[in-house]
């Protein structure tokens, strides 16, 4: 405690080293941080804290925590002390006014924002915000408003305060939509717009003869607006904008970050301009500094100054910085002011304990409590550069207002016409504001009819010695740029600017393509699929002819080439293989059922019919092989009607003799006199009709489908290289062919599936079942598959599915009965027949005949 006071002691007496005397009316400095009693009261939006609450969790419009203190937040907080305390002092502004204030956290969240925005609106000291229909005599708590810092939380209370026509001077706005008086009645800033930064950083680019450049800004108000008005200002100066990104605030940045220096990266980029908030730009440099990318970057005001980028290790590494603050003279009293009140503080704090919970809320340390522990060993809050480089924004503000106030009141240098009882409205002040015209810090201060001051830029470097930081002054901008480049020490360690230029020869495929909207600089665009290019200054790649297509980065177009199955294929050599295995099964029932001509078995079978189905089964799997060839219109017309009908005909048959059953089963007196009429022309007469039927179909489908040159030449090519099937149109017409043939053997099923097993005899009822019930169980399945695949894989599948079909009415209907014709070749007689092939039940005589020989192999069976 000895050793501040010495040194403000040494600094009274040696003014002309400590920079001058502490003036007596630090003798009345207050220790409350936040609050001020007065005459009239001013309100402060600062970010004092940081959110650590989820937000996204909030079900209630309770209060949310910011609990982390924001240093820099809380050294702005304190110059608007230093000011309303130094405006107090002075005898010739406002006199015998006292100037009061109110400051609370925005915790830089629009949520938190608004309800001490509410409060500054309620009426005086009520600490209510009536509903009038006018309000113009309405008096609010506070005649103006300093902050907020961000024109984010501007956004969410500008408007608001826009109404009441209150005074909003922002410290730390700069987006160029608060220009806006219609919108932003009442808003005014005491730092430049984006668009007066944005002026200064294009004549900084065309300066140095910089033409390709990257902008990369924060995704919020501040740097999207400030993007947009970059890139607009650039291209006006014929400076090309090669890549543009946002950096996420509110998400994960870390891979929108990735993409945009991999973008900077491919872009051959070599000046960066980067018009961000101070958190987007550490997690965006932080990313630079792995890639251990080098180049030019030009640093927007809101983090040309921070710690949060200039502390990340290795910073120095990612080349030369150039940045641009708001001109800001010294407050030269600040720090001894901070010095004295931070004493106090502590002196305060060893005297009484912290106060608790439940302290007073209007307690000086209610919005951080860590304040309570400040000493002269903070005095870092309002000593570093950062603070020291935009003080004046705040220190201006409210001096604006003190003066704005004092024309209000009609005050001369010794009193005012209007006392202390007056009332001052916000709506007056604000015209009083936009008028203001007065020096402060050896600087005049006016407003432009938008609310924006007379105040430029500074422009400055970042300097590294052994790794220390510091900010060199290179040159300022107002109206225009002046600026000493041979100040500047650049990466390259040339005293020559770095260059950024473009235009390189494009490779084979490519064509050249403007950059934005002047012809300054141009791209190598690669000639997407469909296109090629045709010559090389083209501009634009030229579309492929009808009828033929070009992969990317071409320079000619081709015709499609088509492939098909053909005998060399696995695929195709594996659905030989089991087309000719089933061919041979077929080959040997049919055989072996001629062998037999006759017998009671081949002719409960079918007879001439069931043979007929034999022959249809071994043509439709000969028929396969037309998916195995070169597809063309002959071929295309045959595939699927041929192999379609010759599963017609086998079914029907099958569904004559499952009627036989059903007929014999359900009439059984009738049977024998109907049997040989059913089983021979009847029989003839189904398969003719389904076959009919099936011919009509597949004559639909013929008439309606193109042929495959029609199909070719119709064909939208957008292809190099594709397998070639035949043309399925319309698909109704498979689903007709395919369900008809389905509908058959589900009728057979549904005419056997419940039939009695005859007595000792042959159980043709549960051949025909599991038959008809493979069939359609394989061409049920079928369905969602071949919707699903690709063409050749349809294709594939279809010809697999075909040959299920067909050897499970092989496997199920004919191989019992080889089985029974070589194996138990004595059961091949009537007797064991006999309700087949004459409608009659089997007597007890032909049981008995039957005797032991088929017993065994009856309860097998």
């Known amino acids: 405690m000895v050793g501040p006071r010495i040194l403000l002691v040494v600094c009274w007496v040696f003014g002309a080293v400590c920079g001058q005397d502490s003036p007596p009316w630090f003798q009345n400095i207050t220790t409350n941080l936040f609050n001020a009693s007065g005459d009239i009261l001013l309100g402060g939006l600062f970010p004092l804290n940081e959110l650590t609450s989820n937000l996204s969790q909030r079900l209630q419009p309770d209060s949310i925590i910011c609990d982390s203190l924001n240093s820099y937040g809380l050294g702005m907080a304190l110059v608007m002390k230093f000011t309303v305390d130094e405006i107090n002092a002075n005898s010739n502004l406002l006199p015998g006014i006292r100037l009061g204030y109110e400051l609370f956290d925005t915790c830089s969240q629009s949520a938190v924002i608004v309800k001490p925005t509410l409060y500054f609106l309620t009426q005086g000291s009520s600490g209510e915000l009536a509903v009038m229909c006018n309000y113009t005599d309405y008096m609010t708590r506070v005649v103006a408003v300093i902050g907020p810092f961000s024109s984010e939380m501007t956004f969410a209370i500008g408007q608001l305060l826009g109404f009441f026509l209150m005074p909003l001077v922002s410290y730390g706005a700069t987006s160029e939509t608060f220009s806006d008086t219609s919108l932003y009645p009442s808003f005014l800033r005491t730092v430049p717009s984006n668009k007066r930064q944005v002026q200064a950083m294009v004549e900084l680019l065309i300066k140095f003869q910089w033409n390709w450049v990257a902008v990369v800004g924060s995704e919020d108000e501040y740097g999207s607006n400030g993007q947009l008005l970059f890139s607009s200002l650039a291209t006006d100066s014929q400076i090309c904008v090669a890549y543009k990104g946002l950096i996420p605030v509110f998400g994960d940045p870390e891979p929108v970050v990735r993409e945009i220096v991999d973008n900077i990266i491919d872009n051959l980029v070599e000046v960066v301009v980067v018009f961000s908030l101070a958190q987007p730009a550490r997690a965006f440099f932080t990313e630079v500094i792995k890639r251990n990318l080098k180049a030019v970057w030009l640093a927007s005001d809101n983090w040309a100054l921070q710690t949060d980028v200039s502390s990340l290790p290795n910073i120095h590494t990612v080349g030369t910085i150039i940045g641009f603050t708001v001109q800001s003279p010294d407050l030269d009293l600040l720090t001894p002011y901070t010095m004295e009140l931070f004493t106090r503080i502590r002196e305060e704090s060893a005297s009484q304990p912290p106060p608790g ?12 409590p860590e304040c309570w522990n400040l000493s002269p060993d903070n005095m870092s809050l309002v000593t570093k550069p950062v603070l020291q480089r935009t003080a004046f924004s705040i220190y201006a503000a409210i001096y604006c207002v003190a003066h ?3 024309n209000v009141l009609e005050c001369n240098a010794n009193s005012c016409l209007r006392g202390k009882k007056s009332q001052v409205y916000p709506w007056q002040l604000l015209k009083a504001l936009r008028k203001v015209h007065f020096t402060v810090l050896g600087r005049q201060l006016e407003f432009d009819s938008n609310g924006n001051p007379n105040i430029g830029f500074n422009i400055i470097q970042w300097i590294w010695t052994n790794q220390s930081l510091s900010f060199k002054d290179v040159g300022v901008f107002y109206k225009s740029l002046s600026i000493n480049n041979t100040l500047i020490q650049w990466h390259t360690g040339s005293t020559k600017a770095p260059e950024s230029a473009c235009s390189f020869e494009c490779e084979p495929g490519q064509v050249r393509r403007v950059k934005g909207f002047d012809s300054c600089c141009y791209d190598c665009f690669d000639c997407l699929p469909g296109t090629f290019q045709n010559n090389t200054m083209d501009i634009q790649c030229t579309w492929c002819v009808k009828g033929e297509w070009s992969l990317e980065r071409s320079t000619n177009c081709t015709k499609p080439i088509f492939d098909f199955l053909t005998w060399d294929q696995p695929e195709s050599l594996g659905l030989l293989l089991a087309m000719v295995l089933l061919l041979s099964c077929q080959t040997a029932v049919c055989v072996l059922f001629l062998q037999h001509w006759g017998s009671p078995l081949v002719r409960a079978s079918g007879g001439p019919v069931g043979g007929v189905a034999l022959l249809s089964l071994m043509g439709g799997c000969v028929c396969l092989l037309l998916f195995l060839v070169q597809p063309g219109d002959v071929v295309c017309h045959l595939q699927l009607p041929l192999t379609s009908i010759t599963h017609t005909v086998a079914l029907s048959t099958i569904l004559g003799i499952a009627l036989q059953i ?49 199909y070719l030449a119709r064909m939208d090519v957008n292809f190099i290289r594709t397998f070639l099937q035949c043309p399925i149109e319309p698909m109704l017409g498979l689903g007709l062919m395919q369900g008809f043939n389905g509908l058959l053997a589900l009728m057979s099923f549904m005419c056997t599936f419940m039939a009695m097993k005859p007595h000792r005899q042959y159980n043709l009822a549960r051949d025909i079942t599991f038959a008809t019930l493979t069939y359609c169980m394989v061409w049920g399945v079928f369905i969602p598959i071949y919707s699903g695949l690709n063409v050749k894989n349809r294709t594939i599948v279809h010809v697999s599915v075909s040959l299920l079909s067909n050897m499970g009415l092989i496997a199920f209907y004919y191989m019992p009965k080889c089985h029974l014709l070589l194996k138990r070749p004595e059961l091949n007689k009537i007797e064991y027949f006999c309700t087949f092939l004459e409608g009659v039940p089997a007597t007890p005589l032909m049981e008995q005949g039957q005797g032991d020989t088929g017993e065994g192999q009856q309860s097998r069976k």
């Open 357 to 368: 919970p439940d302290a007073d809320p209007t307690f000086m340390m209610q919005q951080c």
């Open 404 to 406: 704005a106030l004092h």
């Open 662 to 710: 059903m007929y014999m089963t359900e009439f059984t007196e009738n049977a024998p006199s109907h049997m040989e009429t059913l089983r021979g022309f009847g029989g003839w007469l189904l398969v003719l009709a389904c076959c009919g039927v099936q011919a009509g179909i597949c004559g639909y489908y013929l008439q309606e489908g193109p042929s495959l040159s029609q």
